[in-house]
């Protein structure tokens, strides 16, 4: 028995360095191969929905260039305390979406010259909702404590199994990637059959919570996804998400009964946000909050760049470069990036691999755009079978010449804020403020001045709103 638990907190010890080291970060292509498995065609399905997009991104006048909002719930469930994340820490969550969907995040341009003509802004906008499903008021964040500890429950069957396949080799790639596909139940072993049930946070009786109608909403559930294993906590997989499907006319049982209760997006709370305070061993190295755009990507079709395999294998996107699954860098939380430029994992195809891409397996520091057709791709998933997320849009039309006519001062602000619109009749107008995520705080007729000392410290979006037309600045409010 001593032998056993010995040998026990060794492999712990041992598979928690290869977590850390190696972390399988994205759990997107288990959870692919865990359906697959328990439906035969789901893969095809996935596939067939792939192509649809791609034919839809490829006829002409098919695409459209204005900014599509969609309604997320994030649906927080803890077990501890240090699992509950913040507010302020989802809402940094939401603006990093929404920079790096609409290429605003800061490092857009950090990324080497020659893919610079292949960036593309996915123009997708992301608001906390402000209705629940049954049409009430809602902040767009559900918190839910549970007794399940960790949803990445291994237990010791599934590491002997794992070890059993594929031995205790640590110190190869190989070896390496067979234990964590094992562990994850990917790689046709017993393990396999049962699964890891990563889905259980998606429902209340499984100690998680439900879905938000998942055609509506964009579910992001926020728990625990560290295994524990005899004290040591391994982290393993950082989030996963499951792809669009658009295949009305599949027999029975080619797809998931249930695909409607689990679509959306997981991601473990220490990989959540910008610089999480409990971020625990992987400190530093998901400080940036991509996890979450990446998972993001997959949600709206995307695959890894990698195709996740060989050079062979593609992603279905003509202007990401080939690159080879995982042989790229450890994720190190002191990266410099230009040393990372020299990889190139497919030299045929004339281009280094593209680290810069939120879809490739390198340090998220790195990470800066989606290219033009990756773009194409999402858009068309969120115009077709992910068109019920699409809110309404304003028939107002943005104008420059009332953005140039409309001042805010002083800014920051504090109590008063005074607003001049130069050539318009500001009684012709309404105000409204909105926080960085998209929720209005305050709407009233347009005056000379607005009293803004109840909001608290932070960025505001001030919104003049009139028949035809509108305008947005952005003001500080400082206390
Ligand atoms: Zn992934």
Same mark, same amino acid.
């Given at each position: 028995?001593?032998?056993?638990?010995?040998?026990?907190?060794?492999?712990?010890?041992?598979?928690?360095q290869?977590?850390i080291?190696?972390s &399988?970060?994205?759990g997107?292509?288990h959870?692919i191969?865990q359906?697959t498995h328990?439906h035969a065609s789901?893969?095809?399905v996935?596939?067939?929905?792939f192509?649809?997009?791609?034919r839809?991104?490829?006829?002409a006048?098919?695409?459209?260039?204005?900014?599509l909002t969609?309604?997320? #719930?994030?649906h927080?469930?803890?077990?501890?305390?240090e699992?509950n994340?913040?507010d302020?820490?989802?809402?940094s969550q939401?603006?990093v979406?929404?920079? *790096?969907?609409?290429?605003?995040?800061?490092?857009a341009t950090?990324g080497?010259?020659m893919?610079?003509? #292949?960036s593309?802004n996915?123009?997708?906008?992301f608001? &906390?909702?402000d209705i629940?499903p049954?049409?009430?008021?809602?902040?767009g964040?559900?918190?839910?404590?549970?007794?399940v500890?960790?949803? $990445?429950?291994l237990?010791?069957?599934?590491?002997f199994?794992a070890?059993?396949s594929c031995?205790?080799d #640590?110190?190869?790639q190989?070896g390496?990637e067979?234990?964590?596909?094992?562990?994850?139940g990917?790689?046709?072993?017993e393990?396999?059959?049962e699964?890891?049930q990563?889905d259980?946070?998606k429902?209340s009786?499984?100690?998680?919570?439900d879905?938000?109608?998942t055609?509506?909403?964009?579910?992001i559930?926020v728990?625990?996804?560290n295994?524990?294993?005899?004290?040591q906590?391994?982290? $393993?997989v950082?989030?996963?998400?499951?792809?669009?499907?658009?295949?009305?006319?599949?027999?029975?049982?080619?797809l998931?009964?249930?695909?409607?209760?689990? *679509?959306?997006?997981?991601?473990?709370?220490q990989?959540f946000g910008?610089d999480?305070?409990?971020a625990g061993l992987?400190?530093g190295?998901? @400080?940036k909050g991509?996890?979450c755009?990446?998972?993001?990507?997959?949600?709206?079709?995307?695959?890894?760049?990698?195709? *996740?395999?060989?050079?062979?294998?593609?992603?279905?996107?003509?202007?990401?470069?080939?690159?080879?699954?995982t042989?790229?860098?450890?994720?190190n939380?002191n990266?410099i990036?230009?040393?990372l430029?020299?990889?190139?994992?497919?030299p045929?195809d004339g281009l280094?691999?593209?680290?810069?891409n939120f879809?490739?397996y390198n +340090?998220?520091?790195?990470q800066?755009l989606f290219?033009?057709?990756?773009v194409?791709?999402?858009?068309? $998933?969120l115009?077709? +079978?992910r068109s019920?997320?699409?809110?309404?849009q304003t028939?107002?039309?943005?104008?420059?010449?009332?953005?140039?006519?409309?001042?805010?001062?002083?800014?920051?602000?504090?109590?008063?804020?005074?607003?001049n619109?130069?050539g318009?009749h500001?009684?012709?107008?309404?105000?409204?403020?909105?926080?960085?995520v998209?929720q209005?705080?305050l709407?009233?007729?347009?005056?000379?001045?607005?009293?803004?000392?109840?909001?608290?410290?932070?960025?505001?979006?001030?919104?003049?709103?009139?028949?035809e037309?509108e305008?947005? @600045?952005?003001?500080?409010?400082?206390?």
């Amino acid at each position: 028995m001593i032998l056993r638990t010995i040998t026990l907190s060794f492999i712990g010890l041992l598979l928690c360095q290869i977590g850390i080291a190696q972390s &399988l970060r994205c759990g997107h292509q288990h959870a692919i191969q865990q359906q697959t498995h328990q439906h035969a065609s789901y893969k095809q399905v996935v596939q067939q929905t792939f192509n649809q997009a791609k034919r839809r991104t490829q006829e002409a006048n098919s695409r459209s260039q204005e900014i599509l909002t969609v309604p997320v #719930v994030v649906h927080v469930v803890y077990n501890t305390t240090e699992q509950n994340v913040s507010d302020e820490l989802i809402y940094s969550q939401i603006n990093v979406l929404n920079e *790096d969907f609409q290429r605003q995040n800061p490092d857009a341009t950090d990324g080497r010259e020659m893919f610079q003509s #292949v960036s593309g802004n996915a123009k997708i906008k992301f608001v &906390l909702a402000d209705i629940d499903p049954d049409g009430n008021p809602t902040t767009g964040i559900t918190r839910t404590q549970t007794e399940v500890e960790s949803f $990445m429950d291994l237990s010791l069957d599934n590491i002997f199994e794992a070890i059993d396949s594929c031995g205790l080799d #640590v110190t190869s790639q190989e070896g390496t990637e067979c234990l964590l596909n094992a562990l994850l139940g990917g790689t046709g072993t017993e393990t396999e059959e049962e699964g890891l049930q990563l889905d259980n946070v998606k429902s209340s009786a499984t100690g998680g919570v439900d879905a938000w109608d998942t055609e509506r909403y964009i579910n992001i559930w926020v728990c625990n996804l560290n295994a524990n294993l005899l004290g040591q906590e391994m982290p $393993m997989v950082m989030g996963f998400a499951y792809p669009p499907v658009e295949a009305p006319n599949w027999p029975e049982g080619a797809l998931p009964t249930d695909l409607k209760d689990i *679509d959306g997006v997981v991601i473990h709370h220490q990989a959540f946000g910008v610089d999480n305070p409990n971020a625990g061993l992987v400190e530093g190295i998901f @400080k940036k909050g991509r996890t979450c755009t990446h998972e993001m990507g997959h949600y709206f079709g995307l695959r890894h760049i990698s195709g *996740d395999g060989d050079c062979a294998s593609d992603d279905g996107i003509g202007d990401t470069p080939a690159e080879v699954a995982t042989q790229n860098p450890d994720l190190n939380p002191n990266v410099i990036c230009s040393d990372l430029h020299s990889i190139d994992t497919c030299p045929e195809d004339g281009l280094p691999d593209m680290i810069e891409n939120f879809m490739s397996y390198n +340090p998220e520091a790195c990470q800066n755009l989606f290219t033009i057709e990756q773009v194409d791709i999402m858009r068309a $998933m969120l115009e077709g +079978p992910r068109s019920g997320l699409i809110m309404q849009q304003t028939t107002n039309t943005i104008s420059t010449e009332l953005h140039q006519a409309f001042t805010l001062y002083p800014n920051p602000a504090n109590s008063q804020l005074n607003i001049n619109l130069e050539g318009y009749h500001l009684s012709d107008f309404t105000i409204e403020i909105q926080n960085v995520v998209g929720q209005q705080l305050l709407s009233a007729p347009a005056q000379s001045f607005m009293d803004v000392s109840q909001l608290k410290a932070g960025i505001y979006l001030v919104r003049l709103k009139g028949e035809e037309m509108e305008a947005v @600045k952005k003001i500080s409010v400082i206390r």
